[in-house]
């Protein structure tokens, strides 16, 4: 039997090319339709924005009123709608989203012109995000990842976005919670990280600097790079003309315009460190983290700021006096003969980075410069009535590292640099330093040419244009200062150690030493409760307890022998006479009446926790205790 075979014709392979190809398009959309659908699903309800809350830095505040310390993981301080400059939105919609109050929260042309230059370069580049988008991608997906999946999240929560919500209210989030470098979060922290202003203050150019943030907020920063900041925000100026925010005028005013930018320093390393720190933990024991960093608290604290810098100011003193008395150390360092300019450029630099809180950026910079910097602003320690005097700006009472030259062995002097600003050390300035137990007698024997020390400014003659200075150490003792109110137990002051930044350890709270003679007052008090009065006698004679206990690995079994400080005895003395001349023997007697048991309780009263040993040798203070 002879198969025939199929005929095709041209209608029947039509037919099956449109089927295949109907299926194939059916197919193709199933699988988009999923893909999209799956990505829909779980998608943040954009309500949410209706009442979103931005995180609030806690902000601790001393009893007088003024701001000690702040706590926040990002500094933000939103600002009302309505308090914004025009000028300052119109930048921020130039730059980032010209059609930001026509379009419907997706930009189309941006999206294509994004793709365009994505091929051209040959890598993802750009997004053509929106306003709308930006606040989508930072609010509700928190995703920075340059992705095709994420970018249709993004694009159908700002168009669900643009329904619920109008547009100022879109852009005030944009405006409140958009980094913009240096630590800021919205404009209300730029403004103040930046220029040292509020909101309302900000200029034109100014707003030209921040509104060139967004993108790359730290490659534009106009503290790290100025001269690429001027440059962005000469885009900006130019977009606000093309946009008819602006005449051109105005934009080569803002241009031309040397912005006066404020350093800002850490506050809760400067105003009171470890008394902030003691807040810090309380708050976050008490209130947990989540709330502290997020919510804005206003911490009103007990701590009096005037008290505050004197216990500071005293505290470093009399360490400096204490560590004198332990002997001179030597220089730092010799550099005699050796980068000698390059020391005192960069001590010229550092002083001025620490003094001066101004800088100013220029209209332009010289391309051709290795670096470019911003200008210190001298306008302030250059003021008739500024404290500061020299090149370097230098204060009286303050101590610098100090270049010492030119020793006049003769006539026991020495030039003493300060950067760029020459000062004189005389005999008075190291006459506290001693050789071998006694007094230097030349200059020669303290210092050498070239060695780098440490050295107070003493006074500044203005009239004949130079500096007196005086030999310093940095103090190897530390110490603490921890002041109260009696009655109340308000903590008023509290210094826990000379450099914060160098130690966190709390000596005045975390740090145990023995109390001593501290300890004899609440002695004498108890005898008073005792029935005791000031004009009892007691007798200063010598006196041996006998050791009467089991030896373990912690005592001697030698007998005790109190003596007094000055080796001296004075027989039957009034209680008052003994307390007044701290007196070892007549304590330890008084003790032995009172019993220790009685002396322990009573310390308890008087709200001393720390351990004691029930031993007669609490009453001389032989125990160890914090000052809290």
Do not use: C
């Not at 360490?319 to 005192?344: C, F, H, P, S």
Request: charge should be positive.
């Amino acid at each position: 039997m002879k198969l025939k075979r199929p005929k095709f014709t041209f209608k029947a392979t039509f037919r099956t090319v449109s089927l295949i190809a109907l299926f194939g398009i059916l197919g193709g959309l199933i699988a988009v339709t999923t893909v999209f659908f799956s990505l829909l699903k779980g998608l943040p309800d954009v309500a949410s924005l209706k009442a979103f809350r931005h995180s609030h830095a806690t902000e601790v505040y001393s009893v007088d009123g003024k701001k000690i310390g702040e706590f926040t993981t990002e500094r933000r301080y939103p600002v009302a709608f309505e308090k914004i400059p025009k000028h300052v939105i119109q930048a921020f919609v130039a730059a980032e989203d010209s059609g930001f109050y026509e379009h419907k929260g997706i930009d189309f042309t941006g999206i294509a012109r994004a793709a365009i230059s994505n091929v051209m370069r040959g890598h993802y580049a750009q997004g053509g995000s929106t306003i709308t988008q930006q606040v989508a991608r930072a609010l509700l997906l928190n995703s920075k990842k340059k992705e095709i999946t994420r970018k249709i999240r993004e694009m159908v929560l700002a168009w669900r976005m643009e329904r619920e919500l109008s547009k100022n209210e879109i852009l005030n989030l944009y405006l409140s919670e958009i980094y913009l470098g240096h630590g800021a979060f919205g404009i209300g922290a730029a403004a103040r990280n930046y220029f040292g202003k509020s909101v309302d203050e900000i200029t034109v150019a100014e707003a030209g600097i921040l509104a060139g943030l967004p993108q790359r907020p730290n490659d534009w920063n106009p503290f790290h790079n100025p001269h690429l900041s001027k440059r962005r925000q000469q885009y900006v100026l130019k977009r606000m003309v093309e946009e008819n925010f602006i005449e051109p005028k105005q934009a080569a005013e803002a241009f031309g315009e040397v912005l006066k930018l404020k350093t800002t320093k850490d506050i809760n390393l400067t105003e009171a460190p470890y008394f902030v720190e003691e807040v810090r933990q309380y708050l976050m024991g008490k209130y947990g983290s989540e709330r502290v960093l997020t919510e804005g608290l206003r911490v009103e604290t007990t701590l009096n700021y005037a008290f505050q810098k004197q216990a500071e100011k005293s505290l470093l003193k009399g360490l400096r006096e204490v560590d004198k008395r332990l002997g001179w150390r030597g220089a730092l360092k010799n550099i005699d003969g050796q980068n000698t300019n390059e020391y005192l450029a960069a001590q010229h630099e550092s002083v001025l980075k620490s003094v001066v809180t101004t800088r100013l950026l220029p209209a332009t910079f010289d391309e051709n410069a290795k670096e470019k910097k911003l200008i210190y602003d001298l306008t302030e320690i250059q003021a008739p009535d500024s404290p500061y005097f020299g090149a370097t700006p230098v204060k009286a009472g303050e101590v610098y590292q100090t270049l010492i030259s030119d020793i006049d062995v003769k006539n026991n002097t020495a030039k003493a640099w300060i950067g760029q600003t020459q000062g004189t050390m005389q005999t008075a300035g190291y006459a506290w330093v001693q050789i071998d137990g006694r007094p230097a007698k030349s200059i020669g024997d303290v210092l050498k040419n070239g060695d780098v020390v440490w050295a107070k400014v003493e006074n500044i003659d203005r009239k004949l244009g130079q500096i007196f200075v005086s030999l310093e150490q940095e103090p190897e003792v530390q110490g603490a200062v921890l002041s109260f109110e009696h009655a109340s137990g308000d903590v008023t002051a509290m210094v826990g150690g000379t450099d914060f930044e160098k130690s966190k350890f709390n000596i005045a709270l975390q740090a145990k030493r023995q109390v001593g003679s501290t300890f004899k007052p609440i002695l004498y008090a108890a005898a008073m409760d005792k029935g005791f009065s000031p004009a009892s006698i007691v007798t200063d004679a010598p006196i041996v307890f006998k050791y009467e206990g089991a030896l373990d690995a912690d005592t001697t079994g030698e007998d005790w022998r109190p003596h007094n400080y000055a080796g001296t005895f004075e027989g039957d003395i009034p209680l008052r006479l003994a307390l007044i001349r701290s007196m070892n023997i007549p304590t330890v007697k008084l003790l032995n009446e009172l019993t220790v048991d009685y002396g322990i309780e009573y310390a308890r009263r008087m709200g001393i926790t720390s351990p004691l040993p029930r031993d007669l040798s609490i009453g001389l203070g032989s125990w160890s205790s914090s000052l809290a």
